[in-house]
């Protein structure tokens, strides 16, 4: 057993210098444009499936309570939390509508459009994306793999590199908490 504990930590420890080497300029780019987003009064908004809805969730209350600063709640909101419309728009509109629609009701000019897909290719997390795209909304993407069909109608695409869906996902997350950091440190230090 651990052999296999130190095989799974050598793993993590390897994304996340890939994530430090790759992305880091873009991990820059993204608390930009959140502090754009925040100081010219738009909000945030933010989707994705399972864990990924689950790390979407954990960004959200980062934002509106507090991550590591005592400060005032900023406007964001995670698009996978309400059932009532999740299950409505899913009967009515089909689950791939489930985001979309939610964008179309809620994003206005300003906002930044997040979505975390492992795999890039969430087919309801595209379709948000592509609609947030149309509209000339910036489109922020945490992906995985080689970030999917989803890359293509990002603004800026942080594709965690790796085929390996939990590391994706501790890369997304190690993300989210420096983005949150950084936020907080340039809006209110």
């Known amino acids: 057993m651990i052999p296999e504990i ?46 990924s809805a689950a790390d979407a969730q954990h960004f959200v209350a980062e934002i509106v309570g507090r991550f590591k ?9 995670a698009l996978s939390t309400d059932t009532s419309i999740l299950t409505a728009i899913g009967n009515d509109y089909g689950f791939d509508n489930v985001f979309r629609r939610q964008v179309e009701a809620l994003a206005v000019p300003g906002d930044l459009i997040v979505g975390i897909s492992t795999s890039g290719n969430s087919p309801n997390v595209l379709q948000a994306l592509e609609l947030a795209h149309e509209k000339g909304y910036r489109t922020v993407g945490l992906l995985g793999k080689d970030g999917g069909s989803i890359k293509a109608v990002c603004d800026l695409a942080l594709i965690v590199p790796t085929d390996d869906t939990p590391r994706v996902q501790e890369g997304h997350i190690t993300i989210i908490h420096i983005v949150c950091d950084l936020l907080e440190k340039t809006l209110f230090a």
Do not use: C, Y
């Not at 608390?31 to 933010?46: A, D, P, Q, R």
């Open 6 to 51: 130190i095989s799974q930590l050598t793993a993590h420890r390897d994304v996340i210098a890939k994530v430090e080497k790759e992305l880091s300029p873009l991990i820059a780019e993204m608390v930009t444009l959140l502090v754009e987003t925040f100081t010219n009064g738009g909000k945030l908004l933010v989707m994705g499936n399972g864990g």
């Open 69 to 77: 600063m005592e400060r005032r709640g900023l406007p964001a909101i």
